[in-house]
Nanobody, 124 residues
Framework: QVQLVESGGGLVQTGGSLRLSCVAS????????MGWFRQAPGKEREFVAA????????YYADSVKGRFTISRDNAKNTVYLQMNSLIPEDTAVYYCAADKSSSNYMRDTGYDYWGQGTQVTVSS
């Protein structure tokens, strides 16, 4: 079992930055594939970024590529999402997710464990 707790959301102006954190409890964090998703009001949850167990490989949605950076610190059981050059379209609840497998990393059905979410609001 893995429990995930996100933090770091908030209100920021267009062009600003935020760093989200997701702390995992439970054993063997380093063996989990980690992802970030987001869900805006009235929209489906969508993939944002993912990172492999070792942190050597990262994956991004086209909409955030070049602006967001995912990273992990296995010693701290934490995965981060650095978000720069934020735009109003980035406004959403951001969720951290974990799974042993990476076979469906772009789909929310590919993850067994989820955090409660943290709100990110970007004002124009």
């Amino acid at each position: 079992q893995v429990q995930l707790v996100e933090s770091g959301g908030g209100l920021v102006q267009t062009g600003g930055s935020l760093r989200l954190s997701c702390v995992a409890s439970g054993r063997s964090f380093s063996t989990y594939f980690m992802g970030w998703f987001r869900q805006a009001p009235g929209k489906e949850r969508e993939f944002v970024a993912a990172i492999r167990w070792s942190g050597g490989y990262t994956y991004y949605a086209d909409s955030v590529k070049g602006r967001f950076t995912i990273s992990r610190d296995n010693a701290k059981n934490t995965v981060y999402l650095q978000m720069n050059s934020l735009i109003p379209e980035d406004t959403a609840v951001y969720y951290c997710a974990a799974d042993k497998s990476s076979s469906n990393y772009m789909r929310d059905t590919g993850y067994d464990y989820w955090g409660q979410g943290t709100q990110v609001t970007v004002s124009s």
